[in-house]
């Protein structure tokens, strides 16, 4: 079992990365968020010294991009300016590290299909990849800040995205590029499946992913994913592609255990991929080697809930001391959603987790999937991103499923909704 001290799905013998240092002394204008009825730091040392670090009746200082101050608002320090949360709760702003922003087109009839029992057999990612090839820069571009700007609105301050839908040097290196301009958490996703024209030679493709692919897309990426499953990559074409991408300076991922039982796990746990995502059917060998690593389980489940699939069970994983991320798995085929509050509503209601684990995992469990100690927690030094919900606890965003609870949203110091 995880210690009280720990947060929820590390586990006692990996640590969950260095403390977040305190920043250096700031000239920039200081500015106090006051009458938070409920803070949630994520720092165990802080507050009622549960996982999430909840202090009630609190405050929180912002210098320049960085926190520089949280505790009881009585104690807070003075400051050039002051914003009341009349009573709200703070969170730190979501850390949503897994999806596929960079893509055209839409999937409506093959949602719709499935939804209604139908049969479809459209192309499913193969659509995507045409749509998406079709597309002009500037309409993928225009698409990534919809998307983000949608999620923005809902809190989620940090973002990866992937390609995956272009499957050819040209379309993967510019799906990248046009990522880069949005977001630094950028993953080249060549291997998400065998492009159309290879579809009889996957060999042939994976030399292209390892080859020519990935020399042009290295430099726009930090991440290099795999999707590890029956239809895709085999366990041996997807260590070949992540230690291809590790050579090039690229750090693995791997879309792992998605739709049936196989290798994706204990290869990213092999390979020390900072997360393996979706984690839906798992032996307890698998949970075993999540849970003796600092390979995060990243949880996915808007992708069930778009395919009324099996759920992932969350209270396997946490119970084994597994670190344990959630994330909306944003797509136009699976899980077309951008709503981070949404999967904690699910996860809660669906997965076994409580309100706590989940907001954990929703914020600094996604920064221990990005392998990030300076986002997911609200301490001094840590930058200043965070969420002022329109209710009184964080537990309202499992409590009030699919209301808008986001009242303001500041990133990087800077109020933006």
């Known amino acids: 079992m995880t210690p009280a001290t720990t947060p929820p799905g590390t586990p006692a013998s990996t640590p969950a990365g260095p403390p977040v240092q305190p920043s250096a002394p700031t000239a920039a204008p200081t500015t106090a968020i006051t009458n938070i009825a409920a803070l949630v730091t994520n720092d165990p040392s802080l507050g009622d010294g549960s996982p999430i670090g909840l202090i009630q009746d609190a405050a929180v200082v912002i210098g320049g991009d960085r926190v520089v101050w949280v505790g009881e608002s009585s104690k807070a320090p003075a400051t050039d ?10 969170v730190p702003g979501f850390v949503d590290s897994h999806s596929h922003l960079v893509f055209a087109g839409d999937r409506t009839q093959e949602f719709n299909a499935r939804m209604s029992g139908r049969p479809y ?7 995507t990849v045409a749509a998406t090839r079709a597309a002009t820069d500037e309409a993928l571009s225009a698409n990534v800040a919809r998307y983000l700007a949608e999620g923005l ?14 499957l050819t040097v040209t379309d993967e290196a510019r799906s990248l590029r046009v990522a880069a301009r949005h977001t630094d958490e950028v993953t080249y996703l060549g291997a998400h499946i065998v492009a159309p024209e290879l579809a009889d030679d996957p060999a042939a493709y994976v030399d292209l992913v390892t080859g ?27 260590r070949a592609i992540l230690t291809a991408g590790r050579a090039k300076g690229l750090q693995p991922r791997v879309h792992a ?63 084994a001391g597994a670190t344990v991320a959630l994330s909306t798995d944003c797509n136009p085929g699976s899980s077309f959603t951008s709503s ?20 954990w995992s929703a914020t600094a469990g996604g920064a221990a999937a990005l392998r990030r100690t300076d986002v997911g927690r609200l301490t001094r030094g840590a930058t200043a991103d965070l969420v002022v919900l329109d209710a ?26």
């Not at 609105?153 to 272009?166: A, D, I």
């Not at 995060?296 to 809930?305: H, S, Y």
């Open 257 to 319: 255990n998605q739709l049936s039982y196989g290798p994706g796990v204990r290869l990213a746990v092999e390979m020390d991929a900072a997360s393996a995502d979706h984690c839906t059917h798992l032996t307890d060998e698998d949970v075993d080697a999540l849970a003796n690593s600092r390979t995060v389980a990243t949880l996915l489940p808007g992708a069930e809930f778009s395919t009324r699939a099996e759920w992932p069970d969350a209270r396997r994983l946490l119970d």
């Open 392 to 417: 009184p606890s964080h537990v309202h965003l499992a409590y009030r499923p699919g209301v808008p609870l986001t009242w303001a949203v500041w990133r990087a110091g800077e109020r933006l909704h």
């Open 153 to 166: 609105r809902q809190g989620t301050t940090t973002q990866e995205t992937k390609s995956g839908y272009g």
């Open 81 to 90: 300016n002051a914003v009341d949360a009349g009573g709200r709760a703070v």
């Open 340 to 359: 981070m509050a949404f999967c904690i509503a699910l996860a809660v209601r669906d997965m076994g987790m409580t309100p706590d684990e989940a907001i």
């Open 212 to 238: 020519d692919m990935l020399d042009a897309c290295a430099p726009y990426a930090r991440w290099i994913d795999v999707f590890c499953e029956k239809g895709a990559f085999d366990g041996d074409q997807a």
């Open 121 to 127: 057999s459209a192309g499913g990612i193969r659509t």
